[in-house]
């Protein structure tokens, strides 16, 4: 057989319109809201999603959010703007920076890389890169910093400072959902969540973080079909061609870089791949690599899978109560 990015098309127009009448049902009927909150970041997933509700509920039933601090990058807020305008929304926008300032999301985090780098300052910029899935192993984590006069200095990361770090700019997705909470709360409006179908499979997400929200209509969707979605609701170009990133750390960092093994298109076709059980010498055939490198693909997604369990997981009741338990 052969395989090729064809098996990732799907019909945009009919999906669009299957996701936005879905969204009217689960709005009205299934969450018994008013209207939703969406975040948006000036990426291409709250991109679409956001503009999906515009076009389910109308402008006057969706707020959008946009809720930056002092690491953002400097084209996440215009971008941002940028889509609120396209949509006919206005925008409620909040720096979030003081509150995390305030909680300790920096100084938590800068007190873990110290540990790794003495020399880091507060001047510094920095960001985790992730290593060792290609190969096989197990992944690994390097601290990557770079100086004001643009000197980079890079350290491996041990477990301790790694889960501090990590524990502390994930503050950032939390002071952000409990914002998007408080709006929807006092709208009686439900919660948009965000993720692809990459990023929810794979675990790329907070708990109770981003990972929070009442609905999330693009979970199925794998990141190339959420960028022809872009394309057909005619999103602004410099959002629906915009590379994906993190948009967590102070340097610049790709998604791959940080936590998938790929790059997103490569990482598209891979998932698809595993998930309808095709052998790994296909996807090498592919991807123009190894059997042996596509194989530790394979192992390197089962590996997320079983490791950020977890994150999909509900609470654990010790005892059952039967009149409140939903499947």
Same mark, same amino acid.
């Given at each position: 057989?052969?395989?090729? !990015?064809? +098996?990732?098309? $799907? ?36 991109? %679409?999603?956001?503009?999906? /509700? ?13 809720? =930056? ?10 971008? /941002? ?8 929304? &206005? ?16 100084? !938590? ?18 960001? $985790?890169? +992730? ?16 100086? =004001? ?15 501090? $770090? ?15 909470? *408080? ?11 965000? =993720? ?7 675990? *790329?997400? +907070? ?23 872009? &394309? ?11 590379? =994906? ?6 340097? /610049? ?18 998932? !698809? ?39 999909? /997981?509900?609470? %654990? ?11």
């Amino acid at each position: 057989m052969r395989l090729d !990015w064809s +098996v990732l098309d $799907i019909d945009v127009p009919s999906e669009v319109e299957r996701i936005c009448s879905s969204l009217r049902e689960c709005v009205a009927t299934v969450l018994h809201r008013r209207g939703v909150v969406v975040a948006i970041s000036g990426g291409v997933d709250s991109a %679409v999603c956001a503009a999906l /509700a515009v076009r389910a509920l109308g402008p006057e039933r969706v707020v959008v959010l946009m809720l =930056p601090e002092r690491e953002s990058s400097p084209e996440s807020t215009p971008r /941002a703007r940028s889509l609120a305008a396209h949509l006919g929304v &206005q925008p409620i926008e909040q720096d979030i920076a003081p509150a995390l300032d305030a909680i300790g999301c920096y100084r !938590w985090r800068d007190g873990a890389v110290r540990r790794v780098l003495p020399a880091f300052q507060a001047d510094w910029r920095m960001k $985790i890169a +992730v290593a060792g899935g290609l190969e096989g192993g197990i992944n690994r984590f390097n601290l990557v910093a770079q100086s =004001p006069d643009g000197a980079l200095h890079q350290a491996r990361l041990g477990l301790r400072e790694f889960l501090q $770090i990590v524990a502390a700019t994930s503050f950032k997705q939390r002071i952000r959902k409990t914002i998007e909470y *408080f709006h929807a709360d006092r709208l009686h409006y439900a919660v948009i969540g965000t =993720p692809n179908r990459l990023e929810y499979d794979q675990g *790329f997400f +907070v708990k109770n973080g981003d990972g929070a929200a009442d609905v999330k209509p693009i979970a199925h969707l794998y990141k190339s079909q959420v960028y022809a979605i872009a &394309q057909h609701l005619q999103l602004p170009t410099e959002i629906a061609r915009a590379d =994906p990133t993190t948009d967590t750390y102070s340097l /610049a960092q790709s998604q791959d870089e940080f936590y998938f093994a790929l790059p997103y298109r490569q990482m598209d076709l891979a998932l !698809w791949a595993l998930n309808q059980g095709i052998d790994a010498r296909y996807l090498a055939e592919a991807l123009n690599m190894s059997v042996v490198k596509a194989a530790h693909v394979y192992d390197d997604i089962r590996a997320k899978r079983r490791t950020t369990r977890y994150l999909h /997981a509900r609470p %654990v009741l010790i005892g059952s109560v039967p009149e409140i338990d939903v499947t």
